[in-house]
């Protein structure tokens, strides 16, 4: 059982930059892909970045592409999200997930991942 726990959500101006934290434990970090998923208020959940169990190769939704960068430190058990450039269409609750490799790697497939965090709030003010 792995137990995922994001932080580094809040307010911010647009144009301005935010990183979020997620820190696993319980389980073979290093062993899983990592993804970011977001929510906003009155959509469906929505794949935003993911990363490979070893760092190799990372994904990103056309909407975030060249603003934000996912990120892992696997000794650490963390995977990072650097947000850049926000913008108000970015406000939403951003939720971590991991997937034990097994084949092809569907990054942007929620029901994919196996574990999920109770997600940090993101508010990008114009």
């Known amino acids: 059982q792995v137990q995922l726990g994001e932080s580094g959500g809040g307010l911010v101006q647009a144009g301005g930059s935010l990183r979020l934290t997620c820190v696993a434990s319980?389980?073979?970090?290093?062993?899983?892909?990592m993804g970011w998923f977001r929510q906003a208020p009155g959509k469906e959940r929505e794949f935003v970045a993911a990363i490979y169990w070893s760092g190799s190769r990372t994904y990103y939704a056309d909407s975030v592409k060249g603003r934000f960068t996912i990120s892992r430190d696997n000794a650490k058990n963390t995977v990072y999200l650097q947000m850049n450039s926000l913008k108000p269409e970015d406000t939403a609750v951003y939720y971590c997930?991991?997937?034990?490799?097994?084949?092809?790697?569907?990054?942007?497939?929620?029901?994919?991942?196996?574990?999920w965090g109770q997600g940090t709030q993101v508010t990008v003010s114009s």
């Open positions: 319980g389980g073979t970090f290093s062993s899983y892909h």
């Open positions: 997930a991991a997937e034990w490799p097994s084949g092809t790697y569907y990054y942007t497939a929620m029901n994919e991942y196996d574990y």
